[in-house]
């Protein structure tokens, strides 16, 4: 009796591989690697959870495709061993068989490759399930895990995502805002940029304050500069550092407190407050959030945020609370979406009490892509 063998299996599996799974990433890559477009309203993000922003997309198309060669591969021997025992000791239903079916090697290729595909295709159709299960957020925080800190989170469900524009032209060290505007030291609309360097990266912005918040210390505000001249983000003239210009708003303004998910902060960004400066000063005010677990309500990227003007005693780092509340806002408002996400696990934009440091992440995004601006105020 003519026995199978499954000497031929091994190319009808590589066969298979090359097949099932370009087909099914072709069929199923929409589900799991279009990025969300700018304008969802981030919520606060679960302890742990991972995005799928922090897994290399290469690295999921080399997991899904050694998964499921190797699973398709053993499944092929093993089912054409079965195959031999079975053609060995059978009987009629065997002759009827090979009646029907011709006992050739094309054929049994040809179901080698038919069950291993279909074995891949169900392996690529679970793995956007499987990633999900791990988080579908897209920001990190592993700073909510801190056992006893009583800011963890403080900063979750801090980030409205809105539309960014394109960077200015001529912009060489990528503050958006065109060199001839820092040589001539004034927007075309008016606006004073005092001490503006087309070599070295400026951040123009106005703070101003609630009723119930006292405006920042000229302590504060020499930490803050101090803060932003230290950042490791690289200029054009060799140097490093942020040169971050800071406008007092004189009087209390109305409308310093938010809804925990809600814009109303974009309304203080009016041509009236800002006039000549808007679209070019980013704007923070010192208010309060409708919310004991979020300090910060910001557009990201954006011109406009409100963070909680309230002093935090137990906050325990060298800088105020204000201060590392204001760091995170304005970082959210120039850097925009990181690697899939708005967070960083650590560093000023974690969402729990933050390390006092640009995170490497932040940096590299920042030297990438400069500043980025958005469309979502009129006219800008």
């Not at 049994?108 to 490759?113: E, F, P, S, V």
């Not at 954006?302 to 760091?327: I, L």
Request: aromatic fraction near 6%; proline fraction near 8%.
């Amino acid at each position: 009796m003519t026995r199978w063998s499954y000497g031929p299996q091994p190319t009808a599996a590589l066969a298979g591989a090359v097949v099932g799974v370009c087909g099914a990433l072709f069929l199923l890559k929409p589900r799991f690697v279009a990025p969300p477009d700018g304008g969802p309203t981030v919520p606060g993000v679960p302890s742990g959870s991972v995005g799928l922003g922090e897994v290399p997309l290469a690295a999921i198309y080399v997991g899904a495709i050694l998964g499921t060669v190797l699973t398709g591969f053993l499944l092929v021997v093993v089912v054409t061993k079965g195959i031999t025992l079975f053609f060995t000791r059978g009987g009629p239903l065997v002759r009827a068989y090979r009646f029907v079916v011709p006992n050739s090697p094309l054929v049994k290729m040809a179901t080698g490759i038919m069950l291993l595909m279909g074995v891949m295709l169900l392996g690529v159709a679970m793995l956007p399930g499987a990633i999900g299960d791990l988080g579908e957020s897209g920001a990190v925080s592993g700073a909510d895990d801190i056992a006893g800190d009583p800011n963890a989170g403080v900063f979750a469900g801090d980030v409205v995502a809105t539309r960014p524009t394109a960077p200015a032209t001529n912009d060489t060290d990528g503050d958006g805002i065109p060199d001839a505007w820092e040589r001539a030291g004034e927007t075309p609309s008016g606006a004073a940029l005092p001490g503006a360097d087309p070599q070295r990266k400026d951040l123009y912005v106005v703070v101003g304050h609630g009723k119930e918040s006292p405006p920042l210390s000229d302590s504060e505000r020499q930490q803050l500069r101090s803060i932003w001249d230290r950042m490791p983000v690289s200029n054009p003239d060799g140097s490093t550092g942020i040169r971050l210009h800071l406008t007092r708003e004189q009087g209390p303004v109305s409308g310093a407190t938010v809804d925990v998910n809600g814009t109303e902060y974009r309304g203080l960004y009016s041509p009236d407050r800002l006039g000549p400066r808007r679209c070019t000063y980013r704007y923070v005010a010192l208010g309060s959030v409708s919310s004991d677990r979020t300090a910060v309500r910001v557009d990201a990227p954006g011109y406009a945020g409100v963070v909680d003007g309230q002093p935090r005693s137990e906050y325990t780092g060298s800088a105020s609370f204000r201060v590392a509340a204001t760091t995170h806002a304005l970082l959210h408002m120039v850097a925009g979406e990181l690697s899939g996400g708005y967070h960083t696990s650590d560093g000023w934009l974690t969402t729990g009490s933050p390390t006092e440091q640009l995170s490497r992440t932040t940096a590299d995004h920042l030297n990438a892509t400069g500043f980025r601006t958005s469309s979502a105020y009129a006219g800008c």
